[in-house]
């Protein structure tokens, strides 16, 4: 069984533009949660989408929005790149969203220059 | 909002040697999850702890939960450079986990 895969694995973006990652989800799942990682604030929740509709909502600027596709995909949208928007993105899947059946793909590393 | 703190920040060991890692939380644990992360790359699931005094184990790798519910601590025995990574712990908040800052762990052959 494939496991979570996330494109690109690095972007390189400059200060303004805006940037889409891509999460496709264990085959079968269909929650997708997605993380921002940064060595000042640590692992932080961003959103989850279930069966193509948000669920859940982190504490993020309308900047960053995302979106869930019918066959499970996941994609996040940063809108106006900061520097500090630079992280690591990681999306999660799960069957209905069981947060002890959880799989994390290889992340995103974003850098914003 | 629920935060954890974990100590050590970071912590270098010899291999063979012992170590702990703890995660406190400012609330009830209801959930508590222990992850590995190689950097630069995805969370590896440890094991997740929800009562109150339980314990598991995988290999050489312990978790606890205390009898308060508001502690956990790693346990690795006779670490191995393969143990080599940072360590999250992160917390169930009904749909999402909160997660501590992470430990980063370096063994020395």
């Known amino acids: 069984k494939a496991g979570v895969t996330q494109t690109p694995r690095y972007l390189i973006k400059t200060r303004g533009q805006q940037v889409t990652l891509s999460c496709s989800p264990i085959s079968g799942h269909r929650s997708v949660s997605w993380y921002q990682q940064t060595p000042g604030q640590g692992l932080q929740f961003l959103f989850e989408y279930f069966s193509e509709t948000q669920r859940n909502k982190g504490n993020f600027p309308g900047r960053f929005s995302g979106r869930q596709f019918s066959n499970s995909r996941s994609e996040m949208n940063v809108s106006t790149l900061e520097l500090g928007d630079s992280a690591l993105y990681l999306c999660?899947?799960?069957?209905?969203?069981?947060?002890?059946?959880?799989?994390f793909g290889p992340g995103t590393r974003l850098t914003v220059l | 909002s629920q935060e954890l703190e974990q100590s050590p920040q970071s912590l270098i060991v010899q291999e063979g040697k012992n170590l702990t890692i703890n995660c406190t939380s400012s609330?009830?644990?209801?959930?508590l999850y222990w992850y590995k992360q190689k950097y630069g790359e995805g969370l590896i699931f440890l094991m997740m702890l929800q009562k109150g005094g339980e314990e598991k184990s995988h290999e050489k790798i312990t978790a606890k939960l205390d009898e308060k519910k508001q502690q956990s601590s790693l346990h690795i025995t006779a670490s191995q450079p393969s143990h080599a990574g940072i360590y999250l712990c992160g917390a169930d908040g009904g749909s999402r986990l909160t997660f501590g800052e992470g430990t980063q762990l370096t063994v020395n052959p």
């Open positions: 999660a899947s799960s069957w209905r969203g069981e947060l002890n059946e959880q799989f």
């Open positions: 609330k009830t644990l209801y959930g």
